[in-house]
Nanobody, 122 residues
Framework: QVQLVESGGGLVQPGDSLRLSCAAS????????AAWYRQAPGEQREEVAS????????KYKDRVKGRFTISIDNVKNTVYLQMNSLNPEDTAVYYC???????????????WGQGTQVTVSS
């Protein structure tokens, strides 16, 4: 059973930084693609950043470009989201999503983490 577990959320002040982590566990061959989504109260879930592991190509939502950085540690099977210059509009539950190849089934499936709350407030 493959699982994704996020961590690193919390309450911060405007201008602060946070680094979110998403650790994949289980019988994993590798992570092919990963993304971070967020959902604010009353709003739809939106993708904020993604990465294609083989090429390292990244994509960001316009509102976070230059402030957020997605990265991956292939040895630890962990995806990160470095968030700088946070503002109250970044307040949301952040979710990790990844396409992971299983060493048990030899197939690639899509997985979601449980989410971690990020609150930016003075």
């Amino acid at each position: 059973q493959v699982q994704l577990v996020e961590s690193g959320g919390g309450l911060v002040q405007p201008g602060d930084s946070l680094r979110l982590s998403c650790a994949a566990s289980g019988r994993i061959l590798g992570i092919n693609w990963a993304a971070w989504y967020r959902q604010a109260p009353g709003e739809q879930r939106e993708e904020v950043a993604s990465i294609i592991v083989s090429s390292g190509r990244t994509k960001y939502k316009d509102r976070v470009k230059g402030r957020f950085t997605i990265s991956i540690d292939n040895v630890k099977n962990t995806v990160y989201l470095q968030m700088n210059s946070l503002n109250p509009e970044d307040t949301a539950v952040y979710y990790c999503n990844a396409m992971i190849a299983s060493s048990r089934t030899l197939t690639t499936s899509n997985y979601w983490g449980q989410g971690t709350q990020v609150t930016v407030s003075s």
